[in-house]
C-alpha cells in the first residue's frame, strides 16, 4: 500500500526519471551532464518551497484567506482575485514564483469558506495567469530572459511582439471566470491568529529569495541564508519541502539536454523551424517544455519573434508544456490526491482550448 501510494502521488517525478533514463541510451553520461541542470532555478525552487512552507506554519496564509473572504464575500470575485494576483505577480517575480507563493493563498480561500469544489478550476486558471501573464515582462518566464539577452532584443520591441497575445490571453481567463456562479462565501471553523513575528521574519526571507530569482543576490547565497535560517525557527519548514518536485525538475533536465545531443532531433527541428517557427516551438513545448525548446531552436532560427511568441503560447498545453505547471499539478495533488486524473481532464481541456485560440490569433496577426 505505501508502494502504490508513493506511485501515485509521484506519478511525474516517476514519469520524468524513465523519460530521463531512456534518453540515456542514446547519450551516455559524460561531463557535458553538469551544463544540463539550471542550478539557480534549483535553488530558487528550493528556496520558495521552504519559505512558503514556513509561512504556512505561522497561520499566514489561512489568515490572508480568511481577509479575501471577508472582503469579497462570493466565490467569482475571489478567484477573480487570485487569478489577478496571480497575473500581477507573475510579471514581477516570475511565473514559477508566483504560483508558489499563491497556490498555496488560493487554497486556503476555498478550505476556509468550504468551497474546495472549487479547487480544480481555481488552481487552473492561477497556472494560465502565471504562464501567460509572464510573458509580458523578459524576466517574467525563464524562456524570456534567455531570448532576451540572447537575441539582444530591444525592451519597447519585446513588449510590443508578445502584448498582443497577451491581451488575449486576459480577456480569455477573465471570461472563463466569470462563468463561476457568484455564490456567497462564509467563513468556517475557529478563528486562528496570526504569529506575527515569525510571519513577519519569514517574509523578509521571502522577499530574499524573490532578490535571488531577480539575480540580485547570488543564488548560492540562498543554499546558506534559508536553510540555516529555518533550522532555528522552522524545522518543520525545511521537512515539508517537496524533494520530490525538486528531483522532477532535475530528471527533466538530463531528459532535455540529451534530446537536444541528438542528431537526428537537431536535424528534425532545423527543418520544421524552417518552415513554421510559431508553430514549431509551440509544439514542441509541449513536448519537452517551452524552457529547453527556446534553448534548443534558438538554435536553428533567427526569426526571434515567432520563436518568442510560440514558446511563450506553448506554455499552455501538456502537463510539461511549461514547468511552472508542474507545481501547479503538485500542489493539487498534495491536497486532492484522490482527483489526479479528473485534474488533468480538465487541465488539459482548458490549456488546449486557450492553446488552440492563441495559435489562431497569432497566426493571422
Known amino acids: 500500500m505505501h508502494i502504490k501510494s508513493f506511485l501515485k502521488n509521484n506519478i ?8 530521463a533514463a531512456l534518453t540515456v541510451l542514446f547519450v551516455p553520461v559524460d561531463r557535458a551532464y553538469k551544463g544540463y541542470f539550471d542550478y539557480k532555478t534549483l535553488t530558487c525552487l528550493f528556496c520558495v518551497l521552504a519559505v512558503v512552507c514556513a509561512l504556512r506554519d505561522a497561520n499566514f496564509f489561512y489568515v490572508m484567506a480568511n481577509r479575501i473572504v471577508v472582503r469579497f464575500r462570493n466565490v467569482r470575485a475571489c478567484i477573480v482575485v487570485l487569478v489577478y494576483i496571480t497575473f500581477i505577480g507573475s510579471m514581477l517575480i516570475t511565473n514559477d514564483t508566483a504560483l508558489l507563493t499563491f497556490l498555496p493563498l488560493g487554497y486556503f480561500v476555498l478550505k476556509s469558506a468550504n468551497k474546495e469544489e472549487h479547487l480544480a478550476f481555481t488552481f487552473i486558471m492561477q497556472n494560465m495567469a502565471a504562464n501567460l ?3 509580458l515582462t523578459p524576466f517574467g518566464n ?8 540572447k537575441f539582444n532584443i530591444p525592451t519597447a520591441e519585446f513588449v510590443g511582439i508578445l502584448l498582443p497575445p497577451f491581451i488575449v490571453s486576459i480577456l480569455l481567463i477573465t471570461v472563463c471566470c466569470l462563468f463561476v456562479k457568484p455564490t456567497p462565501m462564509e467563513l468556517s471553523g475557529e478563528k486562528v491568529e496570526l504569529k506575527a513575528r515569525p510571519t513577519a521574519f ?3 526571507l521571502f522577499l530574499f529569495s524573490v532578490a535571488i530569482v531577480l539575480r540580485l543576490i547570488p543564488f548560492w547565497a540562498g543554499l546558506i541564508v534559508i536553510p540555516l535560517a529555518l533550522i532555528f ?10 524533494y520530490s518536485l525538486l528531483l522532477t525538475f532535475v530528471f527533466f533536465f538530463v531528459f532535455a539536454g540529451n534530446m537536444a545531443r541528438i542528431d537526428a532531433v ?12 510559431l508553430l514549431c ?15 534548443l531552436l534558438s538554435r536553428f532560427t533567427a526569426n526571434y519573434a515567432d520563436l518568442l511568441v510560440g514558446v511563450n503560447i506553448g506554455g499552455a498545453g501538456t502537463l510539461i508544456a511549461s514547468l511552472a505547471s508542474l507545481i501547479t499539478y503538485h500542489e493539487y495533488l498534495r491536497h486532492r490526491p484522490e482527483d489526479a486524473k479528473g485534474f488533468i481532464i480538465k487541465f488539459s481541456i482548458y490549456n488546449f482550448s ?9 497566426s493571422l496577426i
Open 202 to 204: 519569514y517574509l523578509a
Open 133 to 135: 501573464g509572464g510573458m
Open 266 to 277: 537537431r536535424d528534425f527541428f532545423s527543418m520544421l523551424m524552417a518552415k513554421n517557427a
Open 281 to 295: 516551438s509551440a509544439l514542441c513545448s509541449q513536448v519537452i517544455s517551452n524552457v529547453p525548446s527556446a534553448i
Open 12 to 19: 511525474m517525478m516517476l514519469t520524468a526519471f524513465i523519460a
Open 233 to 242: 525557527t522552522d524545522r518543520h519548514a525545511l521537512k515539508s519541502v517537496d
Open 142 to 149: 525563464p524562456q524570456n530572459l534567455y531570448l532576451y539577452t
Open 354 to 362: 486557450f492553446l488552440a485560440i492563441l495559435l489562431i490569433f497569432t
